[in-house]
């Protein structure tokens, strides 16, 4: 079981905007910036967002994240085929000295 | 262009020991926090173990605790992690990554390796 809590799954049909929730505790993101990664089977994760809602150079302004006390969501607007993939969010966590993954959400595009 | 090449992964029997390596290239290795990160068959991403500039402060998973050592050779722009007492659930593809100083994540991730405990 993750410490950070993510649905397993989400869907949306193209166009849809679609949202992906991360609920922690004051250990993690009650105190730390969340991080946000896109990743497809057999490549390398990609970074999507950072330090809670800051993308990175190159990541379309269609993904956009938020936070509040001790959960992060991610947003996906203006769905498309290639947003299929599996979503992590991710933060520092006091009590474990060390970073901690969300369990992971699977996106379907309808 | 940053890149990071696993290499290392492979079979090894539980109780086995197997050691990876992370080379990097195109940014100054030495300014950085590197990481590993894993992945099982059918699982998520779970974060191993990091290792500080300069390699005097190291973290890890409990699970990888006392059995798994992450150090780093500036010199050859090279992280490692020694994997002792391996266990079947330590299979999975291990990726190394770097910590970003100022955005704070992994910016960079390498390929991957797969490590497989089995007998």
């Known amino acids: 079981q993750s410490v950070l809590t993510q649905p397993p799954s989400a869907s949306g049909t193209p166009g849809q905007r679609v949202t992906i929730s991360c609920s922690g505790s004051?250990?993690?993101?009650?105190?730390?910036?969340v991080y946000w990664y896109q990743h497809l089977p057999g490549t390398a994760p990609k970074l999507l967002i950072y330090?809670?809602?800051q993308r990175p150079s190159g990541v379309p302004d269609r993904f956009s994240g938020s936070k509040s006390g001790t959960s992060a969501s991610l947003a996906i607007s203006g769905l498309r085929s290639e947003d299929e993939a599996d979503y992590y969010c991710?933060?520092?966590?006091?009590?474990?000295?060390?970073?901690?993954f969300g369990g992971g959400t699977k996106l379907t595009v309808l | 262009e940053v890149q990071l090449v696993e290499s290392g992964g492979g079979l090894v029997q539980p109780g086995g020991s197997l050691r990876l390596s992370c080379s990097a290239s195109?940014?100054?290795?030495?300014?950085?926090?590197m990481t590993w990160v894993r992945q099982a068959p059918g699982k998520g991403l779970e974060w191993v173990a990091n290792?500080?500039?300069?390699?005097?402060?190291?973290n890890y998973v409990d699970s990888a605790r006392g059995r798994y050592t992450i150090s780093r050779d500036d010199a050859k722009n090279s992280m490692y992690l020694q994997m002792n007492s391996l266990r079947v659930e330590d299979t999975a593809v291990y990726y190394c990554?770097?910590?970003?100083?100022?955005?704070?994540?992994?910016?960079?991730w390498g390929q991957g390796t797969l490590v497989t405990v089995s007998s």
């Open positions: 991710v933060a520092w966590d006091d009590s474990l000295s060390g970073w901690v």
């Open positions: 290792i500080k500039q300069g390699g005097n402060e190291k």
């Open positions: 990554a770097r910590e970003a100083t100022s955005s704070g994540g992994f910016d960079y």
């Open positions: 004051n250990s993690n993101i009650g105190n730390h910036y």
């Open positions: 195109g940014f100054t290795f030495s300014r950085y926090w």
């Open positions: 330090k809670n809602n």
